[in-house]
């Protein structure tokens, strides 16, 4: 499957941002997708999930409240709303799909395809 993102860029600190993430090459309503981020030097953590259907979300503890996954399996598309933004939430997004259907996992592992990646950058 092939991922695209867009939507990002710089914003002052409260601010907010829409990513979008486009997804070809498969049955997109099959699968669960994610969304990353990676600041320098660190590791690639999980920002948010959502299972196949939409009904199943999960946030990391650091954006609960803020950011919102959602999906739409009639354009292929899936979505990360950021509100409150935080300088700390500067690093380069990635989203991701399941390797496999109709599964709901977490791990980094579990994730087969992934996009190019959108840089984010807070200001204070």
């Known amino acids: 499957v092939q991922l695209v993102e867009s939507g990002g860029g710089l914003v002052q600190a409260g601010g907010s941002l829409r990513l979008s993430c486009a997804a070809s090459?498969?049955?997109?309503?099959?699968?669960?997708m994610g969304w990353f981020r990676q600041a320098p030097g660190k590791e690639r953590d999980i920002v948010a999930a959502?299972?196949?259907?939409?009904?199943?979300?999960y946030y990391a503890d650091s954006v609960k409240g803020r950011f919102t996954i959602s999906r739409d399996n009639t354009k292929n598309m899936v979505y990360l709303q950021m509100n409150s933004l935080k300088p700390e939430d500067t690093a380069v997004y990635y989203c991701?799909?399941?390797?496999?259907?109709?599964?709901?996992?977490?791990?980094?592992?579990?994730?087969?395809?992934w996009g190019q990646g959108t840089q984010v950058t807070v200001s204070s």
């Open positions: 991701a799909a399941q390797k496999s259907k109709f599964q709901f996992r977490l791990a980094t592992s579990d994730f087969g395809s």
């Open positions: 090459g498969r049955t997109f309503s099959n699968y669960g």
């Open positions: 959502i299972d196949f259907s939409g009904d199943t979300t």
